[in-house]
């Protein structure tokens, strides 16, 4: 009987969709008949999600095998990178590890590394400056004030890597191409478990593919930065987020073009100059694990994953719970045990709907303000037809689960293992 039950609640939910609502008919999630067992319990919401994101617990014996893969090939790579690239031996100081995987945010098996290289040129304060563009929010200028410093680092440093004394971005990018093209022609690869490897660009990163004896593959993104510390005043960003992280902010500049939406509010040459800012450490800080809050980015991923949201980046989703956060903050007189309160695992159902009411008001505006500019629209790329389609989408998924949590496991696409008899 709860068979039969449970069977006509999925199929009714598909039908309406169907009948009327106007938004991306999906495809039926048909789920195997199976004997559910009913049970009656207190936060049913809660208990469905946390059994949904069982689903996605990552394999403890390819999490460490891949890492002792990773740490072995960056370890001998890094120094044939260093023997075939004299500036890249003087500037290299250390990797960091970034990405989904080193913040708890993976939803998929361990095969993917994001491998900030943070570069330095160790010159005196006084020789150089990081300011931020004024016209461009999120974005920053590395000016040599004193180009001779350049010269007694090295010979070719300043004309290999700047223009008219700027650090230029796709100067930068080509050479840590040619960087990594040049040691893997002189590289032995000796990495257990490892068979072969093969590189490829993507973005501002150099991919290098790890190919393992068993077939499977790891993907590692290399990315050249540059640390500096800018003060946390930039153009557009919130008060709030600035009291929330201080006076300054350690920053990585990452070579990510900017890339105008419309008109450019600068010039071509200027455009060249241009580095993106990116915070991981406030971002880290604010994230931490606090109750729901990394579930919640979880769950965001994961549903977008079952919809044509591509657009939807997972930084933007980790943004819109990042502005929940501050806002609760703000609401309550800054008291960090109330933000705790708020996010604690019992109340996981709570914060997950309310983060999809959040991403639908946002979609519906085409507009999710980066975090730490509010001038810098992350969707600025939507299109107004993509938006109403996705925000209509949101909108009936939130009517539906909020209706019965039972709805959940269709739209994670998940076979139910109990079904709520206390509905």
């Given at each position: 009987?709860?068979t039969?039950?449970i069977?006509?609640?999925l199929?009714?939910?598909?039908?309406?969709?169907?009948?009327?609502?106007?938004?991306?008919?999906?495809?039926?999630?048909?789920?195997?008949?199976?004997?559910?067992?009913?049970?009656?319990?207190?936060?049913?919401?809660?208990t469905?999600?946390?059994?949904?994101?069982?689903?996605i617990?990552?394999d403890?014996?390819?999490?460490?095998e891949?890492?002792?893969i990773?740490?072995s090939?960056?370890?001998s790579?890094?120094?044939?990178?260093k023997r075939?690239d004299e500036?890249?031996?003087?500037?290299?100081?250390?990797v960091?590890?970034?990405?989904?995987?080193?913040?708890?945010?993976?939803?998929?098996?361990?095969?993917?590394?994001?491998?900030?290289?943070?570069?330095?040129?160790?010159?005196?304060e006084?020789?150089?400056?990081?300011?931020?563009?004024?016209?461009v929010?999120?974005?920053?200028?590395?000016?040599?004030?004193?180009p001779?410093?350049?010269?007694?680092?090295?010979?070719?440093?300043?004309?290999?890597?700047?223009?008219?004394?700027?650090?230029?971005?796709?100067?930068?990018?080509k050479?840590?191409?040619?960087?990594v093209d040049?040691a893997m022609q002189?590289?032995?690869?000796?990495v257990?478990?490892?068979?072969?490897?093969?590189?490829s660009?993507s973005?501002?990163?150099?991919?290098?593919?790890?190919?393992?004896?068993?077939?499977s593959?790891?993907?590692?993104?290399?990315?050249?930065?540059?640390?500096c510390?800018?003060?946390?005043k930039?153009?557009?960003?919130?008060?709030?987020?600035?009291?929330?992280?201080?006076?300054?902010?350690?920053?990585?500049l990452v070579?990510?073009?900017?890339?105008?939406?419309?008109?450019?509010?600068v010039?071509?040459?200027?455009?060249?100059?241009?580095?993106?800012?990116?915070?991981p450490?406030?971002?880290?800080?604010l994230?931490?694990?606090?109750?729901?809050?990394?579930?919640?980015?979880?769950?965001?991923?994961?549903?977008?994953?079952?919809?044509p949201w591509?657009?939807?980046?997972?930084?933007?989703?980790?943004?819109v719970?990042?502005?929940?956060?501050?806002?609760?903050?703000?609401?309550?007189?800054?008291?960090?045990?109330k933000?705790?309160?708020?996010?604690?695992?019992?109340?996981?159902?709570?914060?997950?709907?309310?983060?999809?009411?959040?991403?639908?008001?946002?979609?519906?505006q085409?507009?999710?303000?980066?975090?730490?500019?509010?001038?810098?629209?992350?969707?600025s790329?939507?299109?107004p037809?993509?938006?109403l389609?996705?925000?209509?989408?949101?909108?009936?998924?939130?009517?539906?689960v909020?209706?019965?949590?039972?709805n959940?496991w269709?739209?994670?696409?998940?076979r139910?293992?109990?079904?709520?008899?206390n509905?």
């Amino acid at each position: 009987m709860q068979t039969i039950l449970i069977t006509l609640l999925l199929m009714g939910t598909y039908l309406a969709e169907l009948r009327g609502e106007g938004v991306c008919a999906q495809s039926d999630m048909s789920f195997e008949a199976q004997s559910l067992q009913p049970k009656k319990l207190r936060k049913p919401g809660v208990t469905i999600l946390k059994e949904i994101l069982k689903g996605i617990k990552l394999d403890e014996i390819l999490i460490k095998e891949n890492n002792e893969i990773l740490h072995s090939f960056l370890s001998s790579f890094i120094e044939a990178m260093k023997r075939s690239d004299e500036i890249f031996k003087l500037i290299y100081q250390r990797v960091h590890y970034t990405g989904s995987f080193y913040h708890d945010l993976r939803v998929s098996q361990p095969d993917e590394f994001d491998i900030n290289l943070i570069l330095n040129f160790g010159f005196k304060e006084s020789d150089f400056e990081v300011t931020y563009s004024p016209q461009v929010p999120a974005y920053a200028r590395y000016y040599l004030k004193n180009p001779e410093a350049a010269i007694k680092k090295h010979p070719r440093l300043l004309q290999l890597l700047f223009e008219n004394n700027y650090l230029i971005l796709e100067k930068v990018r080509k050479w840590i191409q040619s960087v990594v093209d040049k040691a893997m022609q002189h590289y032995t690869l000796s990495v257990k478990n490892v068979r072969m490897m093969e590189r490829s660009s993507s973005g501002p990163a150099r991919t290098i593919k790890l190919i393992k004896r068993n077939g499977s593959c790891i993907d590692i993104d290399l990315v050249p930065v540059f640390a500096c510390t800018l003060p946390s005043k930039q153009p557009g960003i919130d008060g709030r987020v600035e009291r929330l992280v201080g006076s300054s902010l350690e920053t990585f500049l990452v070579p990510k073009p900017y890339s105008p939406p419309g008109q450019a509010p600068v010039n071509k040459t200027e455009i060249t100059r241009l580095w993106r800012t990116h915070f991981p450490d406030a971002e880290k800080k604010l994230i931490r694990d606090i109750g729901c809050v990394k579930p919640v980015i979880k769950l965001l991923k994961l549903l977008r994953d079952q919809n044509p949201w591509k657009i939807l980046a997972s930084y933007y989703l980790k943004t819109v719970v990042m502005w929940m956060m501050l806002e609760h903050l703000e609401k309550e007189g800054w008291k960090e045990e109330k933000l705790k309160e708020h996010w604690k695992e019992d109340k996981l159902d709570e914060r997950f709907i309310e983060a999809l009411k959040k991403l639908t008001n946002y979609v519906e505006q085409r507009n999710i303000p980066y975090f730490f500019s509010k001038k810098n629209n992350l969707l600025s790329k939507i299109r107004p037809e993509e938006a109403l389609n996705i925000s209509g989408r949101l909108k009936f998924i939130i009517r539906n689960v909020e209706a019965n949590p039972n709805n959940f496991w269709q739209y994670f696409n998940v076979r139910p293992t109990f079904v709520i008899s206390n509905l």
